[in-house]
């Protein structure tokens, strides 16, 4: 399938995490995980960490994933995507959440957001275990 | 109750302050000093919902000057934030914050810094403005969280002047 018109997906995190993320989803869906870019927040002012979550969206629709809404990756995410009709933000990325994004980026983007927020919520679960 | 930390930090209200500092000096409220941020409402909406349920109270640095012996006299715990040291050292003419001890924290890498620390980067100006804060009677250290090891402002300049 092309990708144009197909949702691009940014990890903006902390230290390693974004990029942590990408290469758990490249192992278990391979190549899918083309649709991912990880923006660390290492080392980096708002100022650098909002231009590189802008450059990393691209022209196209793309969803900014954050590991926390508040400070300084929610804060990029937010100014990054202000204003845009074509980006959206979803804050406490999870990793079952990123595996359902990167198959199903035909989707339109509300949509999908809708969509990625209950898999990752629902993913949140007690495992039953034998006592 | 005193103002329990002055702190420069780019990120304002985020982790690194509201649970590394926050989790040791349970701030009720957080005054965020910043010309540009007391216009936009926006803005400080996205700050608040980083603070964890403290207020988040925004002012202009003329404002703030004014209400400094306001917000040290209250019963709130408070964390008065700049993002940059211009801010810091506005707030401090006069010798408004002599006595009191200010953090560095998270100044980031940009064109005419230099290296500090690896969470703190000074321009010659910046540098300069401290110095002035110091001298003005304020205790000016480098801490990124409160565990961490603090330097003093003395030891910050040497490692600064290396970093040519």
Known sequence: MSETGRVRGVIVGHGQMPQGLVDAVRRIAGDAAQALEAVSNDGKGPDLLRSDVDAAAGEGPAIVFVDLQTGSCGAAAAYACRGAERRAVICGVNLPMLLDFVFHRELALDALVTRLVESGRAAIKAAPLAR | ?164
């Open chain 2, 1 to 164: 109750m005193p103002i329990v930390l002055y702190r420069v930090d780019e990120r304002l209200v985020h982790g690194q302050v509201v649970i590394g500092w926050g989790s040791q000096l349970h701030p009720d409220r957080y005054v965020v000093v910043d010309d540009d941020l007391s216009q936009s409402q926006w803005e400080q909406d996205l700050y608040r919902l980083g603070a964890g349920g403290a207020e988040v109270v925004f002012s202009g640095c003329t404002e703030a000057r004014g209400r400094l012996a306001e917000w040290r006299d209250a019963p709130q715990r408070t964390i008065l934030l700049t993002r940059d040291v211009a801010t810091m050292s506005r707030l401090a003419e006069g010798g408004a914050l002599n006595g009191e001890s200010i953090v560095l924290g998270g100044v980031h890498p940009a064109p005419g810094r230099r290296e500090a620390l690896t969470y703190v980067h000074l321009t010659e100006k910046e540098m300069a403005d401290l110095a002035v804060i110091a001298a003005a009677g304020a205790d000016v250290f480098g801490g990124d969280l409160p565990d961490s090891q603090r330097v003093d402002l003395d030891h910050l300049r040497r490692r600064w002047n290396s970093s040519n």
